[in-house]
């Protein structure tokens, strides 16, 4: 009998790719042009939040308030040109080790596959790592309006799939995409600290276990 077709659906950030350490480069930067630094304990707030919700979490690690939306505006554009400055040379290299064979394996045993990222780069970035052939679907920041824990980026990725909420896994790093997963009723893997991802259905330690992992969702 023909196995029933399911979803995987990958956030890219901290899947994919550690594109973390440009987003907390790009943003120390405009944190320093605002007279102070950010800590690591503001690179894993950052983590899976959207662009405006980020600088939300920067200005108020700066204890910055009284700005207007506009100039909000002009500082997420500023941050973000930093950041397109640092991936511009992105390249297969940066891949993380284990998440593409893991990928394949998935695709071997009748998975669609698909990105759903918070990043308004995440389709342009997956080119530039050469693999975007390897998704059927790619949903970034830029289809969808309500970020993680919402689950839209989400149901967006598995519609497009034509496959039924309740049959796809994500694949995340964040906290806020283990709710978000599980907000649409999908099953969750979480990558990387037990303690943040402590909801998800499994968890594995970094990208390298995911091929390991017996394939029971
Ligand atoms: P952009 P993910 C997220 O990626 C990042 O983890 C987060 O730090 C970033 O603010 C967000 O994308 C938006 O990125 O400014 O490029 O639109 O983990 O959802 O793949
Ligand atoms: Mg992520």
Redesign the pocket.
Known sequence: MEQKTKGAIF??????VD??KY??LAWDRLAGEMGFRLDSSVNER??????M??LEIVLQAGGIGGISQEEKLRL?QR??GY?QEMIKEISPSELLPGTVEFIKKLKERNYKTA????????GLILKRLGIISLFDVVV??NQVSRA?PDPE?FFTAADRMGIPYEDCVVI???GA?VRAAHAGGMKCIGVGDRDVLAEADLVVENTAELSQIELIF
């Open positions: 956030d890219l950030d901290g899947v994919v594109t973390a987003h907390y950052l983590k899976g939040v959207s662009r919700d980020s997420a941050k973000n950041y990105l759903g990222s918070a990043s308004k780069s995440g970034d920041g993680k980026v995340e790093d964040a995409g």
